[in-house]
């Protein structure tokens, strides 16, 4: 039986929608962030050694890394869906997107994340403002504007094609909507009316709110 790993407010949200577009039955173990650090439970590194989010198993095997996983579950479950013909300039995109998601775009989203929770508690209040200025400094210096520039990139992706990777939704889709989801909450300026039309887009797609409902909570917090 294919059971997905689900850690809540996490990428594995990703992975549900996939499934849920495929229409293949799933079975669902969910984890819970401690709420303190935010790291995943340790029982999550009894499926994968580095106990992250999401994992998925099936029969033997036992996959970790987004992209990874959505190329697996295209291979095995897509009867051709979700992904574009071998050797044609979509497959291309949807290749390029897939691996971009993780590579490229969320490294400097990670970032934020971590600057913007910097000066919070358990950071004493006396050096608190300090920490502030370092960490305002970092995100106004090196964070943001590489951040405008990858929304910059899928602005002008997206009014090429109504997808990432051409006329119709692929995996790649699935693989960048977690970026772009985590740009809509926290890059602290506003997205582009294209990059706004696919997450309005996603939202609205009926495979997309089975997932949330499966799922359960979704707020980034990764
Ligand atoms: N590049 C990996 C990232 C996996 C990852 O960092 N997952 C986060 C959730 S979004 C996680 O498990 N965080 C909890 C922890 O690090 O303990 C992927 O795309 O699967």
């Not at 987004?66 to 897509?78: M, T, V």
């Not at 910059?152 to 989801?181: C, I, R, Y």
């Amino acid at each position: 039986m294919l059971t997905v790993h689900h850690l809540n407010n996490s990428r594995s949200q990703r992975v549900l929608w996939l499934l849920e577009e495929l229409g293949c039955e799933y079975q669902l173990v969910k984890y819970q962030r401690d709420p303190l650090t935010l790291l995943a439970p340790p029982e999550l590194k009894r499926i994968h050694p580095l106990g992250k989010s999401p994992v998925v198993t099936d029969g033997a095997h036992a996959l970790a890394e987004s992209g990874a996983i959505i190329e697996y579950l295209i291979d095995r479950y897509g009867n051709g869906r979700l992904r574009p013909p071998a050797g044609t300039a979509e497959r291309l995109r949807y290749s390029y997107w897939l691996h971009y998601a993780e590579g490229s775009a969320m490294p400097p989203l990670l970032l934020k994340l971590v600057f913007l929770r910097l000066p919070r508690p358990p950071v004493p209040a006396l050096i608190r403002p300090i920490v502030r200025a370092v960490a305002a400094r970092a995100q106004r210096t090196f964070i943001d504007p590489q951040l405008r520039a990858h929304a910059g990139f899928w602005e002008t992706e997206l009014a090429k094609s109504t997808w990432f990777a051409g006329e119709e939704l692929t995996g790649a889709d699935v693989q960048m909507s977690f970026p772009l989801e985590a740009a809509a909450a926290r890059a602290g300026f506003a997205l582009g009316p294209k990059v706004t039309q696919f997450l309005e887009r996603i939202h609205a797609r009926p495979a997309y709110q089975r997932a949330l409902a499966a799922g359960g909570e979704f707020r980034l917090a990764c």
